[in-house]
């Protein structure tokens, strides 16, 4: 399975997929346009194009609503928390 992190901004969606030991396997930017669901629906297309057809879906930002494939959608202030963990937490005591 993958993890798939989708980020709807006002100018541009970011979309960052990590495999199961926590390695990048895939990051790509679209321009987010007026539709934050025409957006979030061509991200989709791109990522079954790429032969991501399963995965655990996390949506933030502006339009984190308008994935309507997503399992949990959270604050872009909690992701970077979880992030900042993710990659700094063997370093900490």
């Given at each position: 399975?993958?993890?798939?992190?989708?980020?709807?901004?006002?100018?541009s969606?970011?979309?960052?997929?990590?495999?199961?030991?926590?390695?990048?396997?895939?990051?790509?930017?679209?321009?987010?346009?007026?539709?934050?669901?025409?957006?979030?629906?061509?991200?989709?297309?791109n990522?079954?194009?790429?032969?991501?057809?399963?995965?655990?879906?996390?949506?933030?930002?502006?339009?984190?609503v308008?994935v309507?494939?997503?399992?949990?959608?959270?604050?872009?202030?909690?992701?970077?928390?979880?992030?900042?963990?993710?990659l700094?937490?063997?370093?900490?005591?």
């Amino acid at each position: 399975m993958h993890f798939i992190g989708i980020d709807t901004g006002g100018a541009s969606s970011k979309v960052a997929v990590m495999d199961e030991c926590g390695k990048f396997c895939e990051l790509f930017l679209l321009p987010s346009g007026f539709s934050a669901v025409k957006v979030a629906r061509q991200i989709k297309q791109n990522l079954e194009q790429k032969g991501y057809t399963e995965g655990f879906v996390t949506a933030t930002g502006y339009g984190c609503v308008s994935v309507e494939y997503v399992r949990l959608s959270m604050s872009e202030i909690l992701c970077h928390g979880l992030g900042v963990h993710f990659l700094f937490e063997p370093n900490c005591p």
